[in-house]
């Protein structure tokens, strides 16, 4: 009987961390802002035989924020990292990171690298009596580039 090629372990959602300065600052239940967008640029030219050709070319990249989510603990890093921000040091704020995924065995199989990332805002948790709910603390970052680099 021939076998074909061995299924790879699927990635998964589920298993990641975020590192800052090459830190592990923690597990979290949800990142999102893994994205960019690339603006196209349309001008109108002639052709030699009078025809009017519509161009498009690549504009400027623009790059989402990236938004963490955790379970809301003791650590005060994040809070800590925000604080810098709005005491007016954005300069000294400013962090380069990475987003690592894991496959099921926790090796890791896919990094995102971001640059000159800062909080640019920071939410703590609802707190509601009646709610059976995990309090959760939310961090924006915004940066200037990110790339997919191999595992």
């Known amino acids: ?4 090629p061995e299924m790879q ?5 589920s298993s990641f961390g975020v590192e800052i300065d090459g830190i592990v600052i923690g597990t979290f239940k949800e990142v999102s802002g893994i ?3 690339r603006s196209v640029v ?3 030219e ?3 035989t009078g025809q009017m050709v519509l161009r498009k070319i690549p504009g400027a990249t623009s790059w989402s924020d ?5 379970r809301l603990d003791t650590s005060m890093d994040l809070w800590e990292w925000h604080q810098g921000v709005l005491e007016g040091d954005i300069d000294g704020s400013r962090r380069n990171g990475s987003i690592v995924m894991f496959d099921s065995q926790l090796n890791e ?9 800062w909080p640019s805002s920071w939410r703590g948790a609802d707190f509601d009596a009646a709610a059976d709910e995990i309090a959760l603390e939310e961090m924006t970052i915004s940066h200037e580039g990110m790339e997919r680099v191999s595992a």
């Open 35 to 37: 994205d960019s967008t």
């Open 66 to 70: 990236v938004t963490l989510r955790k």
């Open 42 to 44: 349309e001008y109108r």
């Open 109 to 117: 199989r896919a990094r995102w690298n971001f640059v000159n990332g």
């Open 46 to 48: 002639s052709t030699t």
């Open 9 to 13: 372990d699927l990635m998964t959602t």
């Open 1 to 4: 009987m021939v076998m074909g």
